[in-house]
């Protein structure tokens, strides 16, 4: 079983326009709407791999509910939540037709309590010990101090699981501490890590050689479209993606950390991780709106995925 933590989920309001006109009225063409946050969608891609997933984290309010119904009745994913007394936010993004990155507004999310916080720390270490890799990424919402994926890192190592870390800025140092298994900065994330520019392939595996040198096990850096470099004991892979119509790569990290545990999970090769990691994302990339990518688009891409050592 593989566990999710999404400190901060959310529904994802994606508003369809013909253009954006800041002052003025504009007409909505459509609205497409979904849960997200990175382990939510981790569990779904999990799932639809044949992959079992428990997803935890914090829930609140009506939104909270949507969020766990398209988890547990559409995707058929176990949910542990803890629920609070605020809402789970949700965020709107406007998305023009000439195809240009959406306009996004992000709630901060609930105000999470001592408490509240507290009841998730004894539900992760309990849920951890059933668990091979416990998956923790996603902002934080208020309450929440930004070294808890320090703490839920350790919990989950001390019960014996491997963590899987998606963060960034503080979250991700704080992180790093608890000496994840896998990690996986997109480049605008590796850049602030390490404090310069990732633009190709090849700063993508030297950053990634960088990383796993510096004591993370297994590293992933994704440039996007360009593709990914995976490092680990055994060396470093590049993959190149199949070129897809990329309609919207909302989730495409989340499951490319998806497609690779799927494959590892099952004491799959490193080559075999990065190649079904970087199908899923470009799977994902594929869909409409914030929806993810199905095994049948997963497996029908994996053989034009190009993966070489490098």
């Not at 779904?44 to 309010?61: C, D, N």
């Not at 900065?185 to 796993?212: K, S, Y």
């Not at 590892?264 to 190649?275: C, D, F, H, M, P």
Request: charged letters at 20%.
């Amino acid at each position: 079983m593989i566990l999710t933590v999404t400190l901060n989920p959310s529904v994802d309001r994606l508003i369809y326009v013909k253009q954006l006109v800041p002052h003025d009225t504009n007409r909505i063409l459509r609205i497409e709407e979904d849960a997200g946050g990175k382990g939510v969608n981790v569990a779904r891609v999990l799932k639809r791999l044949g992959v079992p997933a428990v997803a935890t984290g914090f829930l609140g309010g009506r939104a909270g509910r949507y969020v766990q119904h398209e988890l547990s009745e559409i995707d058929g994913v176990e949910c542990r939540f803890v629920w609070v007394d605020g809402d789970t936010r949700t965020n709107l993004a406007v998305q023009e037709e000439d195809g240009s990155p959406p306009t996004a507004l992000n709630e901060r999310g609930p105000q999470i309590s001592p408490k509240e916080l507290d009841t998730l720390l004894h539900l992760v270490g309990a849920l951890s010990q059933e668990a091979r890799f416990v998956v923790l990424g996603g902002s934080l919402p208020p309450g929440v101090p930004t070294d808890i994926y320090a703490t839920l890192g350790e919990i989950s190592s001390r019960h014996g699981a491997k963590v899987v870390l998606d963060a960034d800025g503080e979250p991700l140092v704080h992180g790093l501490r608890a000496s994840p298994y896998l990690i996986k900065p997109n480049e605008n994330e590796t850049e602030r890590l390490l404090g310069r520019a990732i633009d190709t392939l090849e700063d993508a595996a030297v950053a990634a050689q960088e990383l796993h040198r510096g004591g993370v096990p297994v590293v992933i850096v994704s440039i996007g479209e360009k593709g990914a470099a995976i490092a680990c004991a055994d060396g470093c892979w590049v993959a190149i993606p199949p070129r897809v119509r990329a309609v919207s790569t909302i989730g495409s990290g989340d499951s490319m950390i998806a497609g690779a545990l799927s494959v590892l999970v099952r004491s799959g090769t490193i080559e075999e991780a990065i190649r079904w990691g970087t199908a899923a994302g470009a799977a994902t990339a594929m869909t409409d709106g914030s929806d993810i990518g199905t095994a049948e688009q997963i497996r029908t891409l994996l053989p034009q995925v190009e993966v070489r050592r490098w």
